[in-house]
């Protein structure tokens, strides 16, 4: 039983970074999940991959693991880069292509 442990990235419909500062643990599955012939549903005989714990520091999280005995992994995030856009530059003399509607 393997635990990764990471900081959940942004989701892609969402502006904010809401739900990204809290650090993560995820189980790694252990069987591999299974298609049911008549309907076709995926299942699988795992439970520990429908747990999820959450931690606000990665201390935290490796601490858990070790007082319970839990191989882990640490995922370090990636800092994603802003770039300043501002709502004139669309009008810009410096623009590449005219402005058109």
């Not at 039983?1 to 989701?11: D, G, Q």
């Not at 990636?78 to 009008?91: I, L, M, P, T």
């Amino acid at each position: 039983m393997t635990a990764r442990i990471f900081k959940p990235a942004k989701n892609a419909m969402q502006s904010g970074k809401a739900k990204t500062k809290e650090w993560q643990l995820d189980y790694e599955p252990e069987k591999p999940r299974v298609v049911e012939p008549l309907m076709g549903w995926t299942s699988s005989a795992d439970m520990k991959q429908q747990v999820t714990l959450h931690f606000h520091t990665r201390e935290e999280a490796v601490a858990y693991c070790e007082a319970n005995g839990i191989a882990y992994q640490v995922q370090e995030p990636k800092e994603s880069v802003r770039r300043q856009v501002a709502y004139a530059d669309n009008f810009a003399f410096r623009r590449s292509e005219p402005w058109t509607h």
